[in-house]
């Protein structure tokens, strides 16, 4: 069964850019990587997704070597309301999400 | 943009009694899963939702809960004889049709808060 791992808290300044790592353990050939986050009461809201190299969105970019035994989150220019709990999941073909205990990131001023 | 609603926002109830929990998925969605996140711990699946059968449980989803699509639109959890350890977070989440190659994720809602006296 997948299992994914992620530093249980990051600190940063506005303005900066973030790397959230996350390392994978039984990854299968065909699972997504996907990060969610979690803002406090709220449920999770989708960040990005991907299967291997660099997918880019609007609001941040992901990057998966190679071997996919680990994918790194990158949040450019974060802002305070970027505060939050971000979880690396690995989805297995039947789309079950496989949750961590996530990063809890504070933007400081 | 579509979102999953799910009513009530906090649900009180005492011990042992029933509560259901509903959530109206995205409309186009098939694919529906509750999810459940104790206070200060991680999110963990309950159970996964297609073409009117549990298609995947997990062991915390034994014989004390159960799902249904009554309609063509809501999408509930029914926890019987409650315990104070149920006392958690409830999430729903909808996705379209998935496949491999697909890039289409779980939407959630933003929860029912079920507090068990």
């Known amino acids: 069964l997948a299992k994914t791992t992620q530093p249980i808290s990051m600190d940063s300044y506005e303005g900066q850019e973030v790397n959230i790592t996350c390392s994978h353990n039984n990854i299968a050939t065909n699972d997504y990587i996907t990060w969610y986050q979690q803002f406090p009461s709220q449920g999770p809201r989708f960040i990005i997704q991907?299967?291997?190299?660099?997918v880019t969105n609007e609001v941040a970019s992901l990057f998966i070597p190679a071997d996919r035994k680990s994918s790194t989150l990158s949040l450019p220019r974060v802002s305070l309301s970027d505060t939050a709990v971000y979880y690396c999941l690995a989805r297995t073909s039947n789309y079950q999400l496989i949750w961590g205990a996530g990063t809890k990131l504070i933007i400081k001023p | 943009e579509p979102e999953v609603t799910q009513t009530p926002s906090h649900q009180v109830t005492q011990m042992g009694q029933e509560v259901i929990l509903r959530c109206v998925p995205i409309?186009?969605?098939?694919?529906f899963y509750w999810y459940r996140q104790i206070l200060g711990q991680k999110v963990e699946f309950l159970v996964s939702?297609?073409?009117?059968?549990?298609?995947?449980k997990s062991e915390i989803f034994d014989d004390q809960f159960s799902v249904e699509r009554p309609d063509g639109s809501n999408f509930t959890l029914k926890i019987r004889s409650t315990k104070l350890e149920d006392s958690a977070m409830y999430f729903c989440a909808s996705s379209a049709l998935l496949s491999r190659d697909s890039n289409q994720p779980q939407h959630f809602g933003d929860g029912t808060r079920l507090s068990i006296l």
């Open positions: 409309s186009n969605h098939l694919y």
């Open positions: 939702f297609y073409n009117n059968e549990i298609s995947e």
């Open positions: 991907g299967y291997k190299t660099k």
